[in-house]
């Protein structure tokens, strides 16, 4: 077995062992390799090993590696911060953007989903710590973005992301994932048409577990599964 297999089964078992500690169904849980700056014939080796989904950060690399991975049936999740100028390639490369935290991009979006007839699927980003350095948008101004959002027919908003600091100590996370769960819960308590808060898209490598018993649907997992990056 290759060491992304290993590395791959490993994640899965401590995903499955996570959710059933917390009484949650592993089903409910989706792994997303990600794969930025791991070259095709290694993200093979994953796919080989039953990865179906695969997380990219950036535009160029996406282009180059799915069109590398055509032939392969994979569902593609785009988590890098996006300009709105590459909008148009967001649409017709990626299922789900995870990373939407403005009107702007939004709006971007939308009209490119159009032109192309798709409903595209995002998540809006959540800086949930306010940190100046990372994107997202604030927990204060998140509800309002949503509900401007809802009214772009050819967007589907379907629930939160957030990359919470890193303490490298997964319990002093854990108060950022809950915030995350709480803002999903009031934003779907609103009832905006539309806009389901189905997914929670948080938890990397460090603390994915936490992330779970916190709530995730979405875990985003590259170094655990391809190791470090150069
Ligand atoms: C790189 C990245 C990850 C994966 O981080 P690891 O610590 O390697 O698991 C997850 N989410 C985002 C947004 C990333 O940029």
């Known amino acids: 077995m290759s060491t992304i ?3 791959l089964q490993q994640v899965r078992d401590a995903i499955e062992k996570a959710a059933l500690s917390c009484g949650r169904d592993p089903a409910s849980v989706k792994l997303v390799a990600v794969s930025k700056t791991v070259p095709p014939e290694r993200i093979r080796q994953a796919v080989e090993a039953g990865a179906t989904d695969l997380g990219e950060n950036y535009i160029q690399e996406a282009r180059e590696k799915t069109e590398a991975l055509k032939n392969t ?3 593609w999740h785009f988590i890098g911060h996006l300009q709105s100028n590459k909008a148009k390639y967001a649409v017709r490369l990626f299922e789900l953007v995870h990373s939407v935290d403005d009107l702007n991009l939004a709006e ?3 009209r490119r989903a159009r032109a192309m007839g798709k409903i595209q699927k995002v ?3 959540v800086n949930v710590a306010g940190e100046t350095t990372k994107s997202g948008v ?3 101004d998140v509800l309002d973005l949503i509900r401007r959002m809802a009214t772009l027919k ?3 908003v379907c629930g939160l ?3 919470p600091p890193y303490f490298n100590a997964p319990e002093r996370v854990r108060p950022f994932f809950g915030q995350l769960r709480k803002l999903g819960a009031q934003i779907r308590k609103a009832g905006i048409p539309g806009v389901s808060m189905n997914e929670l898209s948080m938890g990397m490598s460090g603390d994915f577990k936490t992330a779970i018993e916190e709530g995730a649907t979405l875990v985003r997992i590259g170094t655990a599964i ?5």
């Open 5 to 7: 297999a290993h590395n």
């Open 73 to 75: 049936a994979l569902t």
């Open 108 to 110: 971007e979006l939308d």
């Open 123 to 125: 998540l809006v980003q």
């Open 138 to 140: 604030s927990p204060d």
């Open 154 to 156: 050819n967007l589907a």
């Open 161 to 163: 992301m957030t990359m």
């Open 226 to 230: 391809f190791g470090e990056r150069t």
